[in-house]
């Protein structure tokens, strides 16, 4: 059976969105990680992301992971686009990034399943609480 590992940016007083500050204008704590990003926490998300063969996503990270990660050609960035992808929304009509699945119904029973195929961790990442 496969681990669900989830990961999580979240400071000590509760903050979770925005860790990257990819929509600092919308957020007043919007980039609160980069002041603490150095060579250990890039060594731990490399070797976190690089231990899994698939990502569990909710709507809002898929879309803002897909506009990041799809384009870019580093190392990281295509791993994130070669891993599958299962995205769980009611709202979503499409997932077109590479190795992406869109999770709509029997949500639950779709998971017990996903764990219980062969392969690596399935990582879910995501920090937004809205």
Known sequence: MR???????????????????????????????????GEDIAKYKNDELFSSDALLLGRITYQSF??????????F?????????????????????NNSRLIRENIAQEIARLREQQGQDILVEGSRSI
């Open 77 to 97: 960035s295509e791993k994130m686009t070669s891993n599958r992808k299962f995205v769980v929304s009611k709202t979503l009509g499409v997932v077109e990034w």
């Open 3 to 37: 681990r669900i590992v989830v990961s999580e940016f979240v400071s000590l007083d509760g903050v979770m969105q925005d860790p990257g500050g990819a929509e600092k204008d919308k957020f007043k704590h919007g980039g609160w990680t980069w002041p603490y990003w």
């Open 66 to 75: 897909a506009g990041a990660f799809a384009p870019r050609k580093d190392e």
